[in-house]
C-alpha cells in the first residue's frame, strides 16, 4: 500500500483564503480590522522564524500585525504589564506569547494573564477547561490544524480508534480532547506507556507529537490507518546541513498508512493558517458577530 499523501500546505492555503475573504467581509461591511499581537522574547532562533511567518501572513490575510520584541533579560513585572495593554487595547483581538519564555519568568503566570478572548494560543486554563468540557473555547492551533485535516479526510470520525502519541498541553491533551469531542476512542500514549507498538496498531487514526525523529515505524501501524506527524525534528545531514523530518519514519509508514501528513508541509503550515483563523473567530466573539465559518 502507498499512502495518500495529506498535503498541509494545500489545506493551509486554502484556509487562509478563506479567512481572508471573510476579513475583507469584516473591513468593508463594519470597518473592523482583526489585529495580532505577538510578543517575542529573546533571540530563539527558531522562534523568531515563526514570528516572521506569523506577521507576514497575518498582513496577508488583511489583518493588522502588532510585533513586540523585547530583549531576553526583560522583567516578568515587565512583560505582564504588557500583555495587561495589550489585553485592554480594542485594536488587538488575539495575543500570542511565542514560547518558550526565559527561565527567569513564569511562563504559566503570563499566560494566565492573557485574557482569555483574546487567547488565540487557547492555553489559558479558561479555555483548557471550556474545551475538556464541550464548551466553546479557543482551541490550540496545532490540534485544530490536525482535527480539520482529519475531518477532510475522513468526514465522520465517530467510533473511530485513534491513539494520540504524546501527552503535551499544547499538542497532545488537546488533541486528545478534540477527538473525544468527535466521538473517536481516544488513547493517550506516553513515555510510560508500556508495548507502545501494540497500541498504535489499534488505531485507525495516530497524532504522533512526541518530538523524536522517525520514532513511529510502519509495522507499529494498522494497514491502512492514517498518521499525522506532527513532529518538527531537525536533523543532521551527511554532508553537514540540516533537514527537518517528523516524529513518523516516513518512508516505512506510508508504505502501510492509508493516509499520511509529510513533515515539512504536513501539519506546520496549518498551525499558522488555524491562527489567523482563532483570531478572526476572536474578533468576531469580541465584536458580538456570528461565528466565522
Ligand atoms: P513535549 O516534549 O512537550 O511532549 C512530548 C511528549 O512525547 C510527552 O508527552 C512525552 O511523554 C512523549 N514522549 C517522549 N518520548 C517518548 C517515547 N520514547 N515514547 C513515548 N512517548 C514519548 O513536545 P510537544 O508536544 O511540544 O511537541 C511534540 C513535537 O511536535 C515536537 O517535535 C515539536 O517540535 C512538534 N510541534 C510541532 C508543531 C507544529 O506546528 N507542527 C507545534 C508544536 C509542536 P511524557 O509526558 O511521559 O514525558
Redesign the pocket.
Known amino acids: 500500500m502507498t499512502a495518500t499523501i495529506i498535503d498541509g500546505k494545500a489545506f493551509a492555503a486554502e484556509l487562509r483564503a478563506r479567512v481572508a475573504a471573510q476579513v475583507t467581509k469584516l473591513t468593508e461591511g463594519q470597518g473592523i480590522v482583526p489585529g495580532l499581537a505577538v510578543v517575542l522574547v529573546g533571540e530563539d532562533p527558531a522562534s523568531q522564524v515563526y514570528v516572521r511567518a506569523k506577521g507576514k501572513q497575518t498582513g496577508e490575510a488583511g489583518m493588522r500585525s502588532f510585533e513586540h520584541r523585547l530583549d531576553e533579560t526583560v522583567s516578568e513585572a515587565a512583560l505582564l504589564e504588557l500583555v495587561d495593554r495589550l489585553n485592554g487595547d480594542p485594536a488587538v483581538h488575539g495575543i500570542l506569547v511565542q514560547l518558550p519564555l526565559p527561565g527567569h519568568v513564569d511562563a504559566d503566570k503570563v499566560m494566565a494573564r492573557i485574557n482569555p478572548a483574546k487567547d488565540v494560543d487557547g492555553f489559558h486554563i479558561s479555555n483548557v477547561g471550556l474545551l475538556g468540557t464541550g464548551q466553546k473555547a479557543m482551541v490550540p492551533?496545532?490540534p485544530l490544524?490536525c482535527l480539520m485535516m482529519l475531518r477532510a479526510h475522513h468526514g465522520d470520525l465517530s467510533g473511530l480508534e485513534a491513539v494520540v502519541?504524546?501527552?503535551?498541553?499544547?499538542?497532545?491533551k488537546p488533541m486528545a480532547q478534540l477527538l473525544l469531542g468527535d466521538s473517536c476512542t481516544v488513547t493517550v500514549?506516553?513515555?510510560?506507556?508500556r508495548e507502545?507498538p501494540a497500541v498504535l496498531r489499534r488505531a485507525d487514526i495516530v497524532v504522533?507529537?512526541?518530538?523524536?525523529p522517525g520514532?513511529v515505524r510502519g509495522d507499529w501501524l494498522k494497514p491502512g490507518a492514517t498518521l499525522i506527524d506532527?513532529?518538527?525534528?531537525r536533523i543532521a545531514k551527511p554532508d553537514g546541513g540540516t533537514r527537518l523530518v517528523?516524529?513518523a519514519d516516513f518512508e516505512s509508514c506510508s508504505a502501510v498508512a492509508g493516509a499520511i501528513t509529510p513533515?515539512p508541509g504536513?501539519?506546520?503550515p496549518?498551525?499558522?493558517a488555524c491562527l489567523l483563523a482563532n483570531t478572526l473567530t476572536a474578533c468576531c466573539r469580541q465584536n458580538g458577530l456570528p461565528e466565522p465559518v
Open positions: 492551533c496545532t490544524g502519541l504524546g501527552r503535551s498541553n499544547i499538542v497532545g500514549a506516553h513515555s510510560r506507556t507502545l504522533a507529537a512526541v518530538g523524536r520514532m506532527v513532529g518538527i525534528n517528523g516524529d513533515v504536513g501539519v506546520g496549518m498551525t499558522i
